[in-house]
């Protein structure tokens, strides 16, 4: 799939949102009323809300049709694109509402607790139906496994608690020691799952390569009529080339490199500017962690298009013999 920036943008701030708030609700009852009488919730909701408004933003941009828009929520029944509208909206209020009570009138701490804690839980909502529109996909052989709702959330869980982590050092001086070993162990295990991640995309290409993903072995395909008025699927605007072996280590090796320094920005944890550019690289992380994930998938209809015309967007492949 093609990866635009308003689809990378879209994904990517909403986990980052999602991160942030988890972390502030988790604060709110860990550290308790002391915590949530200073400074800090109202600036982290602050830019948590910034940042799902960013992603809604990004969203607009994305859509074929604009004018389309006011349809979207008619099909919430089948359609977890409907759906993913139905959960973001609602996590954007509360958001809102996050910052009203923390900045410009505060309530009392059970309450506002209460609200971080609900609004965390709305952004985990939206970010699992977001997650869901690419793990229920049948056609992309890359996403239909059990590893895209985890690898995804958690990029943005571990990613955004990072956000979180440098704007409570910004915030209280501090080196918050406590949370930044956490993310560090997060991080491991989030490296983990891009690990398996990575072997379930090598899987898929491996099946298509050879002719396999649709239980006919042995046998070459091709697409004599697509039953449609519409061009195939490989030739639409939304289709990306395959990515060669050399371009694919490219992508990995700046995403490796930003989740290794965010980890040892992490452990140094020692000021603002380091905290602040610990930010930076877990947000550059993210940006390739979604560029490498929507650029590598494996959709099923190249068993029947690998040995046609090449589309715009993709060269003549060979068949195996």
Do not use: C, N
Request: hydrophobic share 55%.
């Amino acid at each position: 799939m093609r990866p635009t920036g308003p689809l990378i943008l879209m994904t990517g701030l909403q986990g980052l949102a999602g991160g942030v708030f988890f972390v502030l609700a988790a604060l709110g009852w860990v550290a308790g009323v002391p915590f949530l009488h200073s400074a800090a919730p109202g600036f982290l909701a602050l830019v948590g809300l910034l940042l799902v408004g960013g992603g809604g933003l990004a969203s607009t941009f994305h859509m074929h049709r604009r004018a389309a828009a006011k349809f979207i929520l008619r099909r919430l029944k089948s359609s977890w694109l409907s759906r993913e509208v139905a959960t973001t909206a609602p996590f954007g209020v509360a958001a809102a509402l996050s910052v009203l009570v923390s900045v410009v009138h505060p309530v009392a701490p059970g309450v506002e607790r209460g609200l971080f804690t609900a609004t965390a839980l709305l952004g985990l909502l939206a970010m699992w139906v977001t997650a869901m529109i690419y793990a229920t996909i049948p056609a992309m052989l890359s996403w239909r496994t059990p590893m895209t709702v985890p690898a995804m959330m958690g990029t943005g869980l571990v990613a955004g608690g990072v956000w979180a982590w440098a704007l409570l050092v910004v915030a209280t001086r501090a080196s918050e020691t406590g949370l930044a070993v956490a993310l560090v162990w997060a991080l491991l295990v989030l490296a983990v799952l891009k690990g398996v991640q990575w072997r379930v995309f090598r899987r898929a290409r491996v099946r298509v390569e050879s002719g396999q993903a649709m239980g006919m072995p042995g046998r070459l395909y091709r697409l004599a009529d697509s039953g449609t008025s519409r061009t195939p699927y490989r030739t639409q605007p939304q289709v990306w080339r395959p990515l060669t072996d050399e371009e694919r280590q490219r992508a990995r090796g700046p995403l490796v490199l930003a989740g290794v320094l965010t980890a040892v920005l992490l452990m140094v944890s020692a000021s603002s500017p380091v905290a602040l550019l610990g930010a930076v690289t877990a947000a550059a992380g993210v940006y390739y962690e979604r560029w490498l994930f929507f650029a590598d998938a494996t959709h099923s209809s190249s068993i029947w298009l690998t040995s046609g015309a090449a589309s715009p967007w993709e060269p003549t492949r060979t068949p195996a013999p």
